[in-house]
Every structure is written in structure tokens, then in C-alpha cells.
């Protein structure tokens, strides 16, 4: 496994002044057997105003069943409500 880092770039902002810098966002990959685009994903989808989010434990056994974390994003409904979706996949099993 790898790890790098790229980062983002913030559009200006919506007063005209200039961007903030931009955010470190880390990359992990794996390299050595393909699984030649046979995948499965699943989507969590939590809303921290009504809902817990994932703990560890629930995580660990996400891991467990050969899910991989691949992405987060937040998104503002409205002030103080926002949906956080947490992205997996995994190697299709095959049939």
C-alpha cells in the first residue's frame, strides 16, 4: 500500500477576494493485483443533527468485511444540519 497527498484548489470566494489555501486531502492505493474494474461500492449515509455517526467498532467491522474506506463528503442542508455520506468498495466477489 501507498500513501500521497494532494491538494485541493478553493474556488475565490463568493465576495470576490481571494481563495484560502487550498486543503491536504491524503490518497492511499493499493498496488499489485488488479481486480480488473469488478467492484462493489456502498454508501452510509449519516446526519450528525439526528443520527451518531459510525463508531470505530462499527468501522473495524466494515473492514472486516473487506470494505475500504475510499471518500467522505459533507454536505450543509441547511445551518447546523449537514449529510455526511461515507463511500466504500471492495473486490466483487466472484460468481
Known sequence: MRAIGFKTQNPPTAQGGPAQAGTWVPVVYEEGKGHRGRWEYRCLTKRPRSEKLPSEGEMNELGREGWMLVGI??????????????????????R
Do not use: H, L
Open 73 to 94: 463528503v459533507k454536505v450543509a442542508v441547511e445551518p447546523g444540519d449537514d449529510i455526511i455520506s461515507f463511500y466504500f468498495m471492495r473486490p466483487k466477489a466472484e
